[in-house]
């Protein structure tokens, strides 16, 4: 969050490629990391800052497409822009699927590579952001006791209290303490705000 | 030369010889006979010349003696010495004298000449007159003659001597006179009472009269010349040469005769008698003499050789006269002997001549004596000869034509035609057949035959119609000579029709080869007993020649037949080797054809990757000139940085360039191009294009690609295609797999033999053992969607390099393939063995 120049990391197995991308983003002002292959992309150190992915989907060892599943499974966020010489579409169906912010074929114009990097690093800041709110969220969500997470995950399903109590086996009362402390902790203004927010969690918690 | 010719010149020399040695010892004889006395003649003619010459002198020199006692000059020397006049004494004197002057012509002039008054005149009487009268000169003539060399020698003279003075030329007044007068003066002194002198008497002899007759003295071609001491000319027979020192162009006989001269030098001077000399050599007498007791003078007389020699020539040209008379004679006689004698040798030598003309020039046979004798054994040398000579000619004919003649046949009916030509009346050459009737085929026959051979049926066998000469020649191997066949009772069944063929007698010959006899060559003679020993045993010859050349012919025959079959059969050979090569190199074709069809097929399937190596550098190539462009449009521009991609659009451009010759060659239908290359950099770029299909399928590839590899001769296209269906399949063959990596392993390295061995190995599902032997085999699949060709292909590929390629089942799993090409520098080697081979 401290360096805002947004950083391009390159994996191509191509040295002449890139070498040829590194010139062309540095010269509007990107940051450029190059890669020949995703082990060696693994051992690197990811920059803090917003950043995406150029990837080349034909790499030694494991492919473009291989990284991408990887990242993914590991819950890192990275755009991706996918560049290769020679496309099918199953592979171009796969890489979109998987969230791929563009799937471009070798040769491809400058500027939609640009774009699409500009497009990837603006989805990644805002990625970085959600990535803050949602964890400053969990953070209040893991304030809340098990009872009041129990009474939350059933309040945002739109069930009221009194089913609730009856879903416990508690009384109405103690449903409507719970509700109210957890609301005050998790900061919600409103029930639609609380659903908004057990929503993101949720989401999060899906796709862990 | 010719004998007659010979003998008729040896008789002409030798009579030519005699007669010359006669008529040179003749010649000889009379040259030493005449000589010494033509020489005496000569000099004593020379002699008498001198003496003559000196004696006429001598008068003089008398007269100039007496005169001094006479009275009239006794009288006027008186009166000289007196100082007296002498009156009328000079006039007697005068008179006197005129006398005496006209009595002897060759005095020329007289004198008194007064001493004490210096030497003048006082009487002179000479020829002054005219038309040369003689006359007593006046007074007023008188000369002074004190300073004459002849007044000085005399004044000096003691009374009664007498000076003679040296011969000259007379002079008037000081010049010679014209015409010359040769002259001489003769003075001596005359003393007074007193004792002195007083006077001179001096004479002058006219010499002309001497010379003239010393002239007419020589006869014919004779030459002779007067000199004085010093060696002038005063006589000679060409005038001008006369007193040349008086006239001042003095000529002197040293240069004409140097010997004779020269002798008198060495003999000192001469002695008032005439002393003579002589050169025989020259023909040269010299006479020496004084002048009466004056001047030393010299009679030279000179003969031609001719003339002294004249007599012993003429002995000489007589001889010779009768030598060529008696040498034509002899000619005569010699040419008739000659030919007499030699007709009936000619006649020898002719027929020697013509000894090989037909018919021969007749012999002198009847000539009588040692000729006829030497004829008639000629002409029985000269028919033996002719027969023999008519044999070898046979000889060597039949051997020519066995040389030439091409097969049995032909050559027995050659050597029965050169026997006719021969002079044989028939000949024939007949085989002993091994058949059951052992019959005689005649195979060849020249001559007078007229179905003599044919009718007569031969056999050898030993029965009564096999008795005859042939069938006993055949049976026993020997030769049969009939000598008279109308009495020889061998000939019982074939007398009449050889009698009727003007057969008298007959040889019959065995022909041999290693293995007996197996013919027979008969020859028939019009002559009896025509086969004499030296005949048979020539005919003989013949026999076993022409034996030998149909051995040797039929082994001809057998060698041409075996060769024309070795022919044939290298000829099938050929081709079938033609064909074979034919065939090879269709298939060749075929295959090339093949492997362009599997090639474009393969890299049709190759597609992705191909793109994706064009792509790559044309990626590389926009995104650098983009960049660059941008560098380019920095505030400020960064050139740096814009050069430096601008660097890499033109790399990449090559880059890009390479791919697609490199794809384009493997597209491309050429024949087979064989040339060194790097089987290393073939296989990367193999690599390179089937990346695509490495990543798709999760393949990972390892290589080992030996480092310094030789260079193999090979056509990179299809040496490439072959490891690209290796790739290919090696790949195939893991896309099943899930449970262990997909790994291809690719190493080339240099095998013992030089050769570059490639190894591609695989992780995949391998190949059922069964199917192994099958893997090559064209159209054989394990793959549902293959073809079946790429192995196949492969396979032959490699082996029209002259190499293998072989399967083999992996470590754990898969499939190891191998192949193996000879490098460059192996191939070269083994490609001059076989050159050398």
Same mark, same amino acid.
Request: glycine fraction near 8%; charge should be neutral; include cysteine.
């Given at each position: ?208 | ?545 022409? #034996?030998?050349?149909? &051995?040797? $012919?039929?082994? @001809?025959? %057998?060698?041409? +037949?075996?060769?024309?079959?070795? /022919?044939?059969? !290298? ?110 950099? #073939?296989?990367?770029? &193999?690599? $390179?294009?089937? @990346?695509? %299909?490495?990543? +798709?399928?999760?393949?990972?590839? /390892?290589?080992? !690609? ?132």
């Amino acid at each position: 969050m401290k360096d805002t120049t947004p950083t391009v990391i390159v994996v191509d197995d191509d040295p002449a490629v890139r070498e040829a991308l590194r010139s062309l983003l540095q010269s509007v002002g990107l940051k450029v990391v190059l890669f020949g292959s995703v082990a060696e992309f693994l051992r690197a150190k990811l920059p803090d800052g917003p950043s995406c992915l150029v990837l080349d989907i034909r790499l030694p060892g494991q492919s473009g497409l291989d990284l991408q599943d990887e990242l993914a499974k590991a819950d890192i966020h990275l755009p991706v822009i996918f560049i290769t010489g020679h496309a099918d579409v199953p592979m171009s169906v796969r890489a979109m699927k998987a969230g791929a912010v563009e799937f471009l074929t070798k040769p491809f114009r400058d500027q939609e590579l640009l774009d699409a990097i500009q497009l990837a690093i603006g989805r990644d800041r805002t990625q970085r952001e959600e990535d803050t709110a949602v964890a400053e969220l969990r953070q209040r969500h893991q304030s809340l006791t098990a009872r009041e997470k129990e009474v939350l995950a059933l309040v945002v399903t739109g069930r009221r209290n009194k089913q609730i109590a009856g879903d416990l086996g508690v009384s109405e009362i103690t449903v409507k303490v719970h509700r109210g402390n957890l609301v005050r902790k998790m900061g919600a203004r409103s029930l639609a705000e609380l659903v908004r927010m057990a929503d993101r969690l949720g989401t999060s918690r899906a796709t862990s | 030369m010719r004998l007659s010719t010979r003998l008729t010149l040896a008789v002409v020399a030798l009579v030519v010889a005699t007669t010359a040695a006669v008529g040179m010892f003749t010649y000889f004889g009379i040259k030493a006979a005449i000589l010494p006395e033509a020489f005496a003649r000569i000099s004593q003619h020379t002699y008498e010349r001198a003496r003559d010459l000196s004696e006429s002198i001598g008068v003089s020199r008398l007269d100039a003696l007496s005169f001094r006692g006479t009275n009239s000059v006794a009288a006027i020397v008186g009166a000289q010495v007196s100082g007296a006049p002498d009156g009328e004494w000079r006039a007697v004197l005068g008179a006197r004298l005129i006398s005496e002057l006209a009595s002897k012509p060759e005095y020329y002039r007289f004198r008194l000449i007064g001493v004490a008054n210096g030497g003048r005149e006082l009487v002179r009487v000479d020829r002054s007159g005219p038309s040369g009268a003689i006359r007593v000169v006046p007074a007023a003539e008188l000369q002074q003659t004190g300073d004459r060399d002849y007044f000085q020698a005399a004044v000096r003279l003691a009374p009664d001597e007498v000076y003679v003075s040296p011969v000259r030329l007379s002079r008037r007044n000081g010049n010679i006179e014209f015409p010359y007068v040769p002259m001489v003066h003769t003075a001596t002194p005359l003393y007074a009472s007193n004792g002195r002198i007083a006077a001179l008497i001096v004479i002058t002899v006219d010499l002309r009269w001497a010379f003239g007759r010393l002239r007419n003295s020589v006869g014919d071609g004779g030459q002779i010349y007067l000199i004085n001491a010093d060696g002038d000319y005063l006589v000679h027979p060409d005038p001008s040469q006369e007193f040349g020192f008086e006239l001042g162009t003095p000529v002197r006989a040293h240069n004409d005769f140097p010997v004779i001269l020269g002798q008198i030098q060495s003999e000192g001077t001469a002695a008032q008698a005439p002393r003579t000399y002589l050169n025989e050599d020259r023909g040269v007498v010299l006479a020496a003499f004084e002048l009466a007791g004056g001047p030393q003078l010299a009679v030279i007389e000179k003969v031609p050789p001719a003339l002294i020699h004249a007599p012993a020539l003429a002995a000489a040209r007589s001889s010779l006269i009768v030598g060529v008379l008696a040498a034509l004679i002899a000619a005569a006689l010699a040419l008739a002997l000659a030919g007499s004698l030699t007709r009936p040798l000619k006649q020898i030598t002719a027929a020697v001549d013509s000894f090989r003309e037909d018919p021969p020039i007749a012999l002198p046979t009847d000539a009588a004596g040692e000729i006829g004798a030497l004829a008639r054994a000629f002409e029985s040398m000269e028919q033996r000869l002719r027969r023999v000579n008519r044999m070898y000619r046979t000889i060597i004919i039949c051997n020519q034509r066995l040389i030439r003649m091409p097969d049995e046949e032909t050559l027995s009916q050659a050597v029965c035609e050169t026997m006719v030509e021969g002079g044989y009346r028939m000949a024939w050459v007949g085989y002993g057949l091994q058949d059951e009737n052992r019959s005689i085929v005649p195979i060849a026959q020249a001559g007078e035959d007229h179905g003599y051979i044919v009718n007569l049926h031969l056999t050898w066998a030993d029965t009564e119609r096999g008795s005859g000469p042939g069938a006993r020649c055949i049976r026993q191997g020997t030769v049969q000579v009939t000598r008279h066949i109308p009495t020889d009772p061998t000939y019982g069944f074939w007398r009449e029709e050889a009698i009727k063929r003007g057969y008298a007698s007959s040889i019959a010959m065995p022909l041999k080869d290693a293995e007996g006899t197996f013919g027979v060559l008969g020859v028939y003679s019009d002559v009896a007993n025509a086969f004499d020993e030296e005949e048979v045993r020539m005919l003989t010859r013949v026999a076993d020649d022409l #034996a030998f050349g149909i &051995v040797a $012919a039929r082994d @001809r025959a %057998e060698r041409r +037949k075996a060769e024309e079959q070795l /022919r044939l059969a !290298l000829k099938a050979e050929a081709i079938q080797k033609q064909a074979e090569e034919r065939y090879r190199l269709a298939l060749r074709d075929a295959q090339a054809e093949l492997a362009h069809v599997s090639r474009i097929t393969t890299m049709g399937e190759l597609t992705a990757s191909i793109a994706h190596e064009i792509n790559q550098p044309l990626a590389a190539i926009a995104s650098n000139s983009d960049a660059s462009s941008r560098w380019l449009a920095g505030d400020p521009p960064n050139l740096r940085e814009a050069r430096g991609a601008l660097a890499r659009v033109a790399e990449q451009a090559r880059r890009a360039g390479d791919v697609l010759k490199r794809i384009r060659t493997l597209l491309k239908k050429n024949r087979p191009e064989y040339a060194a290359l790097d089987l290393n950099d #073939a296989i990367t770029e &193999v690599l $390179a294009l089937t @990346r695509v %299909e490495q990543q +798709k399928n999760r393949v990972a590839v /390892r290589t080992k !690609l030996s480092a310094g590899l030789p260079p193999v001769l090979g056509d990179r296209v299809q040496l490439q295609q072959v490891v690209l269906n290796l790739v290919m399949n090696g790949i195939e063959a893991m896309s099943a797999v899930v449970d262990r990596p997909r790994v291809l392993s690719i190493h080339t390295y240099v095998e013992d033999g030089g050769g570059v061995q490639v190894r591609i190995e695989d992780t995949g599902t391998g190949f059922d053992p069964n199917v192994a032997p099958r893997l090559f085999d064209p159209f054989f699949t394990t793959k549902a969607d293959g073809m079946g060709m790429g192995l196949a292909i492969s396979r032959s590929i490699v082996e029209a390099h002259g190499g293998r390629l072989t399967v083999s089942p992996g470590v754990l799993h898969g499939a190891v393939f191998r192949f193996s090409i000879s490098s460059a520098a192996a191939a070269a080697t083994k490609d001059k063995a076989k050159d050398a081979a």
